[in-house]
């Protein structure tokens, strides 16, 4: 009886360790500033069909999602930080010290922007809309909420003269 309260006890405090590391990690990556919450689509879907990605309505509004087979599938949770001339993505569930991914701003292509739908929406946070880009030539999405959506493009299109920055 003592051995299984010794043993619950100390999964609990695994438990609570494994917890408490998440939340310091994301402290220690947030007290620089300059983070916001941004998804990332690790797995890009094939297209359904070579079928043109719709402009943005005349009221300004993105445009629905394109119909993709892997909808909602491939996005991962994380926190995005502005590093000088680029991004540093960081996944929320990961105990690594170092981003993920690194993005300079000056090979980020925007194409466009869209709302999320289908699965999507149960798989990005509520408010979230999705920024369709290239990276490296590399499709890229990147689903973030409004405000941050506005800083993330005033960042890209505040790059130093010469460089070549597509902002849709």
């Keep these: 009886m003592v051995l299984a309260l010794v043993v619950c006890a100390a999964v ?15 402290r220690l990556i947030q007290r620089v500033g300059g983070t916001f919450d941004c ?13 043109p990605v719709p402009d943005p309505a005349p009221d300004g509004e993105p445009a629905p999602a394109p119909p993709t087979p892997a909808d909602g599938k491939g996005w991962v949770f994380g ?13 929320v569930f990961s105990y690594a010290p170092r981003p993920r991914r690194v993005l300079p701003r000056s090979e980020i292509e925007v194409l466009g922007r869209r709302y999320p ?22 499709p890229l999405e990147l689903a973030m909420s409004e405000d941050a959506l506005t800083g ?13 920055v597509n902002v849709a």
């Design 12 to 26: 609990v405090a695994v438990g609570v360790a494994g917890l408490a590391a998440f939340a310091l990690r994301r």
């Design 39 to 51: 998804s990332l689509r690790l797995r890009m879907p094939a297209p359904v069909s070579p079928a």
């Design 79 to 91: 926190i995005a930080r502005y590093s000088g001339d680029s991004i540093e993505w960081f996944r």
């Design 117 to 138: 739908a289908g699965q999507e929406e149960l798989a990005l946070l509520s408010g979230s809309v999705v920024l369709r880009c290239l990276h490296r030539g590399a």
């Design 152 to 164: 993330f493009l005033a960042w890209l299109e505040a790059a130093p003269p010469g460089q070549r």
